[in-house]
């Protein structure tokens, strides 16, 4: 097999594992209809390439260990888990030894490539938490005490409210929450690196690797790094990274632009190296940007860009610095890297 044709292969694989994990999301959504769509979608899509039936096993089998999951954490497996698991063995064809045989080291291959894929994409805290969104997406929900959260593009909570508290574990992506009073009951929203209990109302708080990241819009919130350290307090226009560490210098912020930014769902640039500026279109791109970091090094923008429409944003960057080549292979697959100079 010549290199254009492995290259080629590897695309089309990288673009079934990217069409699985959106598949995963559909079929385990809250919303009936929704998954009621899904689950006919899904059966179609199976049928229309043996590789997207091999993908399909190594979900089921994902999915599965995520119901067992859940069942032994003392939870309830979501509906849409027993639904595939169901339609998928109702689907599935009566295959001879012979062709088992032949397709073997076709499904192995695409199965093991696709289940790190699909578990990058999709972990199974993200697909078991409370609320969450696909790539690209966005949701606005009212919570049971009247608060408002509004969940960022691949973005997953899992909610803890009782008569003590409200709790909010953001699990992954980013939030932005507007707080109803209750003086009997605390807000507070934890990560791993630590908790942000809301002393007023609207404020946006992002995990970013091994940083969490709070960005406040109105009034104050008390911020912990860890148990049993030193409590600070963050007031409107402030911007502070927490880690296991510790709790970073406040940094000023224009809060009407974050806000719009939000709202509008635009990426505002202020001088930001091009590196961080893909990292965010990344997140809402349903595939990969793939870039060389050491070929765009030095280049900064200052811009704003559609988050929504990430072909559009990736366009105006290549307007802007002529030296940009994008390169799309697949919808799902992008490259991004600099032409030589001549």
């Known amino acids: 097999m010549n290199r254009a044709a492995t290259e080629g292969s590897t695309v089309d694989i990288d673009a ?3 069409q699985a994990a959106e598949w995963i999301v559909r079929l385990t959504a809250d919303d009936s ?6 689950r006919e979608g899904f059966d179609a899509w199976k049928q229309a390439d043996p590789r997207h039936a091999a993908a399909a ?3 089921e089998r994902l999915l599965g260990q995520l119901q067992t ?14 639904a595939l698991t169901a339609s998928a063995t109702e689907a599935r064809p009566r295959q001879s030894r012979r062709r088992r045989q032949a397709g073997a080291t076709l499904s192995l291959a695409v199965v093991l490539g696709l289940s790190w ?23 606005a929900q009212v919570l049971p005490d009247g608060s408002r ?25 980013a939030i932005r929450v507007e707080v109803a009073p209750d003086a009997a009951r605390p807000f507070v929203v934890r990560t791993p690196q630590g908790s942000i209990r809301a002393l007023g109302t609207r404020f946006i708080v992002r995990r970013d690797g091994e940083t969490t990241e709070l960005t406040m819009l109105e009034s104050r919130t008390t911020v912990q790094a860890g148990k049993g350290a030193e409590a600070r ?10 880690t296991e560490v510790g709790i970073g ?16 769902r635009q990426l505002v640039a202020d001088d930001r190296p091009l590196s961080e500026v893909l990292d965010e279109l990344d997140r809402y791109h349903p595939g990969g940007i793939v870039y060389d970091r050491a070929r765009t090094q030095g280049i900064r923008v200052s811009a704003v860009l559609p988050l929504d429409d990430t072909t559009r944003a990736l366009q105006l960057l290549v307007d802007s610095f002529p030296q940009l080549r994008v390169r799309t292979l697949t919808s799902y697959l992008v490259l991004v890297d600099t032409t030589d100079p001549s």
């Open 69 to 82: 999951v859940r069942e032994s954490s003392g939870g309830h497996a979501r509906p849409a888990h027993a």
């Open 33 to 38: 209809a929704e998954r009621e769509c899904a």
């Open 57 to 59: 096993a190594g979900m």
């Open 149 to 173: 959260i509004s969940l960022d593009t691949g973005s997953a909570v899992n909610l803890h409210y009782d008569a003590g508290q409200r709790g909010i574990e953001l699990v992954r992506g």
């Open 16 to 18: 079934i594992a990217m």
């Open 233 to 242: 307090v963050i007031g409107p226009g402030q911007r502070v990274r927490i």
């Open 249 to 264: 210098p406040a940094e000023p912020v224009d809060v009407r632009s974050v806000d719009n930014a939000w709202t509008r």
């Open 117 to 139: 894929m699909l578990l990058r994409a999709c972990p199974p805290a993200y697909l078991l938490a409370d609320m969450r969104t696909a790539t690209g997406d966005t949701r």
